[in-house]
């Protein structure tokens, strides 16, 4: 059985920082992109950061230079560095593996930015 089971998140002052994590079980996601998505209150849930096997990453221009995504555990746990957070990286934070015949996610984690 599949399982994402996410870790971290709360709240955070302006400007603090944050560290989610991501434990996949079940299978081998080592040759698979793992990532982040978000969802703020009304609004679509978007792509926040996301790496592939071989360590490439790419990040949605609004946290570039400040979140950090990274890769261990053989490949099955995914982290997500926050930093200088703002307001409007309040979300809530899903985990994600894309397997290309199916995703799989996580049950989100909320990241409140208090002002």
């Known amino acids: 059985q599949v399982q994402l089971v996410e870790s971290g998140g709360g709240l955070v002052h302006t400007g603090g920082s944050g560290r989610l994590s991501c434990a996949a079980s079940?299978?081998?996601?080592?040759?698979?992109?793992m990532g982040w998505y978000r969802q703020a209150p009304g609004k679509r849930r978007e792509l926040v950061a996301i790496m592939t096997s071989d360590g490439s990453t790419n990040y949605t221009d609004s946290v570039k230079g400040r979140f950090t995504i990274s890769r261990d555990n053989g490949g099955n746990t995914v982290h997500l560095q926050m930093n200088r957070l703002l307001p409007e990286d309040t979300a809530v934070y899903y985990c994600?593996?894309?397997?290309?015949?199916?995703?799989?996610w996580g049950q989100g984690t909320q990241v409140t930015v208090s002002s």
């Open positions: 994600y593996v894309d397997e290309k015949v199916a995703y799989w």
């Open positions: 079940g299978r081998d996601f080592s040759f698979y992109p």
